[in-house]
Nanobody, 125 residues
Framework: QVQLEESGGGLVQAGGSLRLSCAAS????????MGWFRQAPGNERECVAA?????????YADSDVKGRFTISTDNTKNTVYLQMNSLKSEDTGVYFC?????????????????WGQGTQVTVSS
């Protein structure tokens, strides 16, 4: 079993920044794929960014997200981060960290085996 715990969410004004953290515990996840998903009110959960734990390849939802968000990992802390800059009101939602045993990079929710409880991000305009 893998336990994931997110932190770093909060209320921020448009244009501001937040860094989300996801601490993993329970098993060695050095060969896992890690993803950050966002669920906005009334919308389905979508993958915002994903990375192989070794950082060998990354995925971003679109060019806009790629230009503002950065996903990264810290092996020494068993933690994955999502740095979010130039936040917009449409970035508002609950952000979930997820881990997939499959080594291939994936943005599909069903491919992920473990999920955190989520952290709320609210961007005020």
């Amino acid at each position: 079993q893998v336990q994931l715990e997110e932190s770093g969410g909060g209320l921020v004004q448009a244009g501001g920044s937040l860094r989300l953290s996801c601490a993993a515990s329970g098993r060695t996840i050095s060969r896992y794929t890690m993803g950050w998903f966002r669920q906005a009110p009334g919308n389905e959960r979508e993958c915002v960014a994903a990375t192989r734990w070794d950082g060998g390849s990354t995925y971003y939802a679109d060019s806009d997200v790629k230009g503002r968000f950065t996903i990264s990992t810290d092996n020494t802390k068993n933690t994955v981060y999502l740095q979010m800059n130039s936040l917009k009101s449409e970035d508002t939602g609950v952000y979930f960290c997820a881990a997939a045993r499959a080594w291939g990079l994936t943005a599909l929710g069903p491919d992920y085996d473990y999920w955190g409880q989520g952290t709320q991000v609210t961007v005020s305009s």
